[in-house]
């Protein structure tokens, strides 16, 4: 059964009064103070925003220091962290150390060697043991092996199982789907609502974290931290939150190249370059899951290479214990950047300062050894971190020091993991109220944009320098290397184009649209023919290439070159069919629908064949007036 839908503007979802908020008059600076802020809402009466304060250290009620980059901290003392606001202790300690009772113990041999050191006994000084113990299956003394597939199915059941006895947290063990070998890939929904279903804890009210672990399998820290999160979140020290916020567990999205001990899925792809073609089970899954349960705070566990390139580069080690970083893509919603930057990262800075964890920016540099540039994070929509922000949420990437050094210092590496989460789930709680208000306004926001202004298409990192602090291999000391650094916090705009109404799709472009509403994306059909003006794409070159991102060329598993073109828009009067689509960009994730549809990005489903010909979609460019249907599951 279809509903029908008329739209007669590309602006029908948004209020007259409340579209002022999308004005060039009413756009607010990114740096703008707080008072100028608030007189400036004011004046343009829009949506409610939330009131702009200062970010506080939730344990010490003292103001956090206002910097935009967060310098070398120094080792501080390891002392249990001061009462806080929100649930006590906020580090964590060593009840967190027990594993379920009856979860299995099984011992796998672990690829290479976990007691070579691939660096001096005076780096690894630099890396002490924390103070806390942690036991999951896979951090055992004996062990040479991270926890199986079977353990983590073991301990994920035996939580939610615990939580239905105890009555009052629920923790709903929800199968999202199965990889390409066949292995269940599950997340745990921790709450405090009367069910564990997507309309439950929306109709509730509390933000919910994701927590994501393992999208690349040779890093396994974050998904031993995360077993350690479902427990305290669902029994333990951090269940307190669940008055506040609820919690979704992921902690193994790739359980096959956890399995094998690679990075990437079992047909060769890196997920977690995945997220906005879709190709893997995997990343489909975890789409559903942040489709269905709409989190306004996503966090994605990872590890990186500590000697490798760096050491063949530049002579030096790797130095801090993790490497923080949120959403850095086109058309990103600047309120969402700032709520990142100030209500979180820097809480979460001073949660990992306190315990003695040393931290910076993200960062990474390519696998060509003769390219000595250091790169952020990347700026390209296909990452989690990047599609999860395009989807108004607070998108934050935590790596820990982990790959190419097997078990060493794995103690250590996850208790960075879960100081960092135990940190973010502690702002949201403290946030809640404001982070609801800021998704309302955000989302109304974008909508009011379609049909005008330009939009970015195509953005890359500025280039500049930076003093990056390094290990010396062979003394563990201090190392300052001056390098070419892309900073991916300042974009550069590459190409621009005016942002239409929305997009018109053919009928044989069934399967873009299946991904789209994958993605959360609302696509309608059109159910009676009608005429619409649009600027249509005319390929103007065409060449084969590579995908790539700052590291090189991405894992596609046999996919093949993407078609890169360039485009001319001729603007034409087209008869519409019914049965082809329309993609309204008078929605909330509008800046998402467009970097999977401008053709010509490396990323676009036209590039990767999702959408086989350039006359297959147009650009809808003033408000439709057509009969529509919505599409039913």
Same mark, same amino acid.
């Given at each position: 059964?279809?509903?029908? /839908?008329?739209?007669?503007?590309?602006?029908?979802?948004?209020?007259?009064?409340?579209?002022?908020?999308?004005?060039?008059? =009413?756009?607010?600076?990114?740096?703008?103070?707080?008072?100028?802020?608030?007189?400036?809402?004011?004046? =343009?009466?829009?949506?409610?925003?939330?009131?702009?304060?200062?970010? +506080?250290?939730?344990?010490?009620?003292?103001?956090?220091?206002?910097?935009?980059?967060?310098?070398?901290?120094?080792?501080? #003392?390891?002392?249990?962290?001061?009462?806080?606001?929100?649930?006590?202790?906020?580090?964590?300690?060593?009840?967190?150390?027990?594993?379920?009772?009856?979860?299995?113990?099984?011992?796998?041999?672990?690829?290479?060697?976990?007691?070579?050191?691939?660096?001096?006994?005076?780096?690894?000084? $630099?890396?002490?043991?924390?103070?806390?113990?942690?036991?999951?299956?896979?951090?055992?003394?004996?062990?040479?092996?991270?926890?199986?597939?079977?353990?983590?199915?073991?301990?994920?059941?035996?939580?939610?199982?615990?939580?239905?006895?105890?009555?009052?947290?629920?923790?709903?063990?929800?199968?999202?789907?199965?990889?390409?070998?066949?292995?269940?890939?599950?997340?745990?929904?921790?709450? $405090?609502?009367?069910?564990?279903?997507?309309?439950?804890?929306?109709?509730?009210?509390?933000?919910?974290?994701?927590?994501?672990?393992?999208?690349?399998? #040779?890093?396994?820290?974050?998904?031993?931290?995360?077993?350690?999160?479902?427990?305290?979140?669902?029994?333990?020290?951090?269940?307190?939150?669940?008055?506040?916020?609820?919690?979704?567990?992921?902690?193994?999205?790739?359980?096959?190249?956890?399995?094998?001990?690679?990075?990437?899925?079992?047909?060769?792809?890196?997920?977690?370059?995945?997220?906005?073609?879709? +190709?893997?089970?995997?990343?489909?899954?975890?789409?559903?899951? @942040?489709?269905?349960? $709409?989190?306004?705070?996503?966090?994605?566990?990872?590890?990186?290479?500590?000697?490798? $390139?760096?050491?063949?580069?530049?002579?030096?080690?790797?130095?801090?214990?993790?490497?923080?970083?949120?959403?850095?893509?086109?058309?990103?919603?600047?309120?969402?950047?700032?709520?990142?930057?100030?209500?979180?990262?820097?809480?979460?800075?001073?949660?990992?300062?306190?315990?003695?964890?040393?931290?910076?920016?993200?960062?990474?540099?390519?696998?060509?050894?003769? #390219?000595?540039?250091?790169?952020?994070?990347?700026?390209?929509?296909?990452?989690?971190?990047?599609?999860?922000?395009?989807?108004?949420?607070?998108?934050?990437?935590?790596?820990?020091?982990?790959?190419?050094?097997?078990?060493?210092?794995?103690?250590?590496?996850? /208790?960075?993991?879960?100081?960092?989460?135990?940190?973010?789930?502690?702002?949201?709680?403290?946030?809640?109220?404001?982070?609801?208000?800021? +998704?309302?306004? @955000?989302?109304? #926001?974008?909508?009011?944009?379609? =049909?005008?202004?330009?939009?970015?298409?195509?953005?890359?990192?500025?280039?500049?320098?930076?003093?990056?602090?390094?290990?010396?291999?062979?003394?563990?000391?201090?190392?300052?290397?001056?390098?070419?650094?892309?900073?991916?916090?300042?974009?550069?705009?590459?190409?621009?184009?005016?942002?239409? =109404?929305?997009?018109?799709?053919?009928?044989?472009?069934?399967?873009?649209?299946?991904?789209?509403?994958?993605?959360?994306?609302?696509?309608?059909?059109?159910?009676?023919?009608?005429?619409?003006?649009?600027?249509?794409?005319?390929?103007?070159?065409?060449?084969?290439?590579?995908?790539?991102?700052?590291?090189?060329?991405?894992?596609?598993?046999?996919?093949?070159?993407?078609?890169?073109?360039?485009?001319?828009?001729?603007?034409?009067?087209?008869? @519409?069919?019914?049965?082809?689509?329309?993609?309204?960009?008078?929605?909330?994730?509008?800046?998402?629908?467009?970097?999977?549809?401008?053709?010509?990005?490396?990323?676009?489903?036209?590039?990767?064949?999702?959408?086989?010909?350039?006359?297959?979609?147009?650009?809808?460019?003033?408000?439709?007036?057509?009969?529509?249907?919505?599409?039913?599951?």
């Amino acid at each position: 059964m279809r509903r029908p /839908h008329h739209f007669s503007s590309g602006r029908a979802r948004v209020p007259q009064q409340e579209a002022s908020a999308g004005s060039i008059a =009413c756009r607010i600076p990114r740096l703008a103070l707080v008072a100028p802020v608030a007189l400036l809402l004011a004046a =343009c009466g829009s949506t409610p925003l939330p009131p702009w304060q200062p970010p +506080r250290d939730l344990s010490t009620s003292r103001p956090v220091p206002a910097v935009v980059r967060p310098a070398a901290p120094a080792v501080v #003392d390891m002392a249990p962290a001061p009462s806080a606001a929100v649930v006590t202790p906020v580090a964590p300690t060593p009840s967190m150390a027990a594993p379920p009772a009856d979860a299995p113990v099984a011992v796998v041999p672990l690829q290479g060697s976990a007691d070579a050191l691939p660096y001096s006994e005076a780096v690894a000084a $630099r890396f002490p043991d924390p103070a806390v113990r942690y036991g999951t299956p896979g951090l055992q003394p004996d062990r040479r092996s991270f926890t199986t597939n079977a353990e983590l199915a073991a301990w994920m059941q035996n939580l939610s199982a615990t939580a239905s006895r105890a009555g009052a947290i629920r923790a709903g063990l929800l199968p999202i789907g199965r990889s390409q070998r066949g292995e269940s890939i599950d997340a745990l929904v921790i709450t $405090r609502s009367a069910n564990t279903e997507p309309s439950t804890l929306l109709a509730d009210g509390r933000p919910t974290v994701l927590l994501v672990g393992q999208q690349h399998g #040779d890093e396994p820290a974050g998904s031993e931290a995360l077993m350690v999160i479902a427990r305290e979140a669902s029994q333990g020290l951090l269940e307190p939150l669940l008055g506040r916020i609820n919690v979704i567990v992921l902690p193994r999205a790739n359980p096959d190249g956890a399995e094998a001990g690679t990075r990437v899925t079992a047909n060769g792809i890196d997920m977690n370059r995945d997220h906005l073609v879709l +190709r893997t089970p995997e990343a489909q899954a975890l789409a559903r899951l @942040v489709r269905d349960y $709409r989190p306004m705070v996503v966090v994605d566990a990872h590890e990186y290479t500590v000697v490798g $390139r760096f050491l063949q580069k530049f002579g030096a080690v790797q130095r801090f214990d993790g490497l923080l970083q949120y959403a850095t893509v086109a058309n990103l919603p600047e309120f969402v950047t700032k709520a990142s930057e100030e209500w979180f990262r820097r809480p979460l800075v001073t949660a990992l300062n306190r315990q003695g964890l040393s931290n910076e920016w993200y960062y990474t540099t390519s696998t060509d050894p003769e #390219d000595k540039r250091v790169s952020m994070g990347g700026t390209q929509p296909d990452t989690g971190r990047n599609v999860n922000g395009l989807k108004n949420t607070v998108s934050l990437l935590l790596e820990t020091r982990g790959v190419g050094i097997g078990r060493l210092q794995i103690q250590r590496r996850v /208790h960075t993991h879960v100081t960092a989460m135990a940190s973010v789930l502690q702002s949201t709680a403290a946030r809640a109220d404001d982070l609801k208000q800021l +998704r309302s306004f @955000v989302d109304r #926001d974008v909508s009011a944009l379609s =049909c005008r202004d330009d939009a970015v298409v195509e953005a890359a990192p500025t280039p500049g320098r930076h003093n990056l602090v390094m290990l010396d291999p062979d003394t563990g000391a201090d190392r300052t290397v001056d390098v070419e650094w892309n900073n991916s916090l300042v974009l550069r705009t590459v190409k621009t184009r005016k942002r239409p =109404c929305g997009y018109w799709l053919s009928a044989s472009a069934a399967d873009a649209v299946d991904k789209l509403r994958l993605l959360g994306i609302q696509v309608f059909k059109v159910s009676e023919q009608s005429s619409l003006l649009m600027d249509t794409y005319r390929e103007t070159a065409r060449q084969s290439a590579v995908r790539q991102d700052v590291r090189g060329a991405i894992a596609d598993g046999g996919a093949g070159e993407v078609v890169r073109v360039d485009v001319a828009l001729a603007r034409t009067l087209v008869d @519409v069919p019914p049965g082809s689509y329309y993609v309204p960009l008078s929605q909330p994730l509008a800046p998402l629908a467009m970097a999977a549809l401008e053709p010509d990005t490396q990323n676009s489903f036209f590039a990767n064949r999702v959408i086989e010909s350039l006359a297959a979609t147009a650009r809808v460019v003033s408000p439709p007036g057509l009969r529509l249907e919505e599409i039913q599951p």
